[in-house]
């Protein structure tokens, strides 16, 4: 069979290359897996580091821990005792907190403390109202190889301090990293999640396929996953990257991966029913399916842009590391792909007889139904989604607040920090802000916000002292307090404002600010021109951008309604937290406006090529939804196991990712591209395809002529 123009482009040739050269490719891409595979093992060269170059609060707490040893974005650990009748004044008490002074002091040798006995000039800051309840700051020097930095002080001071009694009860050690490490020292490794979500994505393959083809996309996922981390290992000599790369690269390779193969296999599939040969079916698929995968490769590349191109290292490095997975995946596809398609495709399809159908009965009907009902199909979505984002309008940033994480800690740090908040001590201590002075000035602390500045907190020409409200840190009156000592020590000559709650401001800064919406602009901007290429089209991309925009909305709205207003938040053994991890929506955009754009990119290529045949804009709809409607579902259903695999780890702000990544592909896959999109493509009718001449020169774009005439039937 003679092959069209069409099958002769740039990846069809690439494809007809790499088959040519067969060995060569498969050993070039076996010994990159390989390679990967070690490289991954050099996880030591990866930080848990959250930096912030150049911001106030961040150079403040660099200077507070450069002088010190201890503390700065490092919150402390707190030493919580129940004092007997008479409190302080009792001389058993006195006797007693002593003790556990100086037991503290020798298990963390170098830490900075303080509390009623070490400083007794702010004796009376570290005791309830009641005289009942005191506390001990401890500042123990962090250890920056561990992603809890008092993974080796903790389990030394409990050690001291497990048969210590104050007014003949036990005392409790909490505090903020401990609350936020939650109640178990294991976790699920990024091998196990990765193989988890790779068992579920085979059933789905399995499901699909119906054949030994259920291997392809997950052998194409093994090679692409491995090799990604060669790119990392190799990044990690020229900038810092964040130990989040793993999971990261882990799933969201997997997934994509596995999306890539699932087009090119499933067109490889339709050009065999088709009366093809397989090196002809090998070369459409190619020429076809290949071309989308490249596109889409490039799309999600490009939306990543907006981590890669932060000034925050840690984000800056999950988008170098996610910008790597496609491109990676997509090079893997359109190479290693047609290969093993050609020698051994039609061996895969045991047990199967012939090639089955890639047309989905489900999807075209719904697809008939949609177009049938485009507007009611319309703007029952729209309400749907309405009703989905207006949560998202009350969206907190911050870190999770205490009260949340306690449930899933330790019960000695729950009863600690209820013991703090019982006594009306509150739970703002346990990340209070740090206040650099110079020699000779104070700080007088506003009404309702403690200050303490113990002598020994002195060094190097500065005098370092913590404050604190009774509020969490994270909630509005824990932030209003932040304010209002800033204010208090702006009128200070020197004096600088550290500590976790001021670098948490200084994050939503530097992330938020306008530089970003100047990124998401250019990223938009490049985007409508690629897709506007691809589609041949301006309205397509207009509307792909558009729905991208509300499904991202969506996602956000769910995220605060499960997790900072707790509902559902049980499924995952969690209540509210109270806000959203600072980070997470802007990586939540990152990999959602890519990933979504990928199966937009799928539904309109194949829209496009049904246009182009002649049928009308209706059918075309019909067709198209009814070829990728069930890769479009499978391909979001694998992605979804393995995001929810990337919820298994511990820690709440890779849980809340999780859900928001999850509930974004959810609503996109059903919602957005299942009704909306091709509600929309129906409203729109031959519109979809208007291209001025100025446009035409200015993108260097030709419209789409269809092979015959559409039909001027009546639209359905």
């Known amino acids: 069979m003679k092959l069209s123009e069409t099958e002769r482009s740039g990846v069809a040739a690439l494809a007809r290359w790499s088959i040519a050269h067969r060995w060569t490719v498969i050993v070039a891409w076996l010994v990159l897996a390989l390679a990967g595979a070690a490289a991954a093992q050099s996880d030591s060269r990866l930080s848990f580091a959250f930096d912030l170059p150049g911001?106030?609060?961040?150079?403040?707490?660099?200077?507070?821990?450069?002088?010190?040893?201890?503390?700065?974005?490092?919150?402390?650990?707190?030493?919580?005792?129940?004092?007997?009748?008479?409190?302080?004044?009792?001389?058993?008490?006195q006797s007693e907190l002593h003790i556990l002074d100086e037991r503290v002091r020798r298990a963390v040798p170098g830490a900075r403390t303080a509390s009623a006995v070490s400083d007794p000039a702010g004796a009376a800051s570290f005791v309830s109202k009641d005289g009942r309840t005191t506390f001990a700051m401890v500042y123990p020097v962090p250890d920056f190889t561990s992603a809890d930095p008092y993974s080796k002080a903790l389990p030394a001071i409990e050690d001291a301090l497990s048969a210590i009694r104050v007014g003949g009860e036990p005392v409790r050690i909490t505090g903020a990293s401990v609350l936020a490490a939650g109640g178990s020292s294991s976790s699920t490794s990024v091998l196990v999640e990765t193989i988890l979500a790779g068992v579920a994505?085979?059933?789905?393959?399995?499901?699909?396929?119906?054949?030994?083809?259920?291997?392809?996309p997950l052998l194409i996922a093994a090679i692409a996953i491995p090799t990604t981390f060669v790119g990392i290992y190799a990044l990690t000599y020229a900038t810092t990257m964040s130990t989040l790369v793993q999971n990261i690269v882990a799933l969201v390779g997997l997934g994509v991966a596995i999306d890539y193969a699932l087009l090119v296999v499933t067109r490889w599939r339709e050009e065999r029913a088709a009366g093809r040969s397989n090196r002809d079916a090998v070369l459409a698929s190619a020429s076809t399916a290949g071309s989308?995968?490249?596109?889409?490769?490039?799309?999600?590349?490009?939306?990543l842009a907006a981590l890669a191109l932060t000034n925050v290292p840690f984000l800056r490095s999950i988008g170098l590391a996610g910008m790597l997975i496609p491109l990676i995946s997509v090079a893997v596809s359109i190479t290693l792909l047609p290969v093993i398609l050609d020698a051994a495709g039609s061996r895969l399809e045991w047990p199967r007889k012939r090639p089955p159908t890639s047309v989905s009965r489900m999807w075209t009907t719904i697809a008939a139904w949609v177009v049938r009902h485009r507007i009611a199909g319309t703007a029952g979505s729209l309400a749907l989604i309405a009703a989905l984002i207006i949560p998202g309008f009350s969206l907190q940033l911050g870190q999770p607040q205490a009260a949340a994480q306690a449930t899933t800690a330790s019960a000695q740090a729950s009863a600690g920090l209820q013991a703090l908040t019982d006594s009306g001590i509150g739970a703002g201590v346990l990340r209070p802000t740090e206040v650099v002075l110079p020699a000779g000035r104070s700080l007088t602390a506003p009404d309702g916000i403690t200050l303490v500045r113990p002598a020994a907190w002195n060094r190097d020409g500065i005098h370092v002292a913590a404050a604190w409200s009774s509020a969490d840190a994270s909630t509005d009156a824990g932030e209003k307090a932040l304010t209002q000592l800033q204010a208090a020590a702006n009128v200070v000559p020197?004096?600088?404002?550290?500590?976790?709650?001021?670098?948490?401001?200084?994050?939503?800064?530097?992330?938020?600010?306008?530089?970003?919406?100047?990124?998401?602009?250019?990223?938009?901007?490049?985007?409508?021109?690629?897709?506007?290429?691809?589609?041949?089209?301006?309205w397509l991309p207009v509307k792909a951008l558009l729905l991208n925009a509300i499904s991202l909305a969506a996602a956000f709205g769910v995220l605060t309604l499960i997790w900072q207003e707790g509902h559902g938040s049980g499924l995952f053994s969690s209540p509210a937290t109270g806000a959203i991890t600072l980070w997470v929506p802007l990586a939540v955009f990152a990999l959602l406006f890519g990933l979504s754009m990928d199966y937009e990119v799928f539904i309109l290529t194949r829209i496009n090529e049904e246009y182009a045949a002649g049928h009308t804009a209706d059918r075309a709809v019909i067709r198209g939804i009814g070829h990728t409607g069930r890769l479009v579902s499978s391909g979001a259903l694998i992605l979804v196991f393995a995001f929810v695999a990337l919820g298994g780890v511990p820690q709440t702000d890779v849980k809340i990712l999780s859900t928001g990544l999850a509930a974004g592909i959810v609503i996109d896959a059903t919602i957005i591209r299942g009704v909306l999109a091709p509600a929309l493509v129906s409203l729109l009718g031959h519109l979809n395809w208007w291209l001025p001449r100025r446009v035409q020169r200015i993108l260097r774009i030709a419209p789409i002529r269809p092979q015959n005439p559409p039909s001027s039937s009546p639209r359905k």
């Open 55 to 93: 911001q106030p609060a961040y150079e403040t707490n660099e200077r507070i821990l450069d002088s010190f040893g201890s503390g700065g974005s490092n919150a402390p650990l707190i030493v919580v005792a129940r004092l007997p009748e008479g409190g302080l004044s009792s001389p058993q008490a």
């Open 494 to 538: 020197g004096a600088q404002i550290g500590g976790s709650p001021a670098q948490d401001r200084d994050f939503i800064d530097a992330l938020y600010g306008s530089n970003l919406w100047i990124i998401i602009a250019v990223i938009t901007v490049v985007t409508f021109l690629l897709l506007s290429r691809a589609l041949h089209s301006i």
């Open 201 to 216: 994505a085979l059933v789905v393959l399995a499901i699909v396929f119906g054949s030994l083809l259920a291997l392809l």
């Open 292 to 303: 989308s995968v490249v596109f889409s490769g490039i799309t999600v590349t490009v939306s």
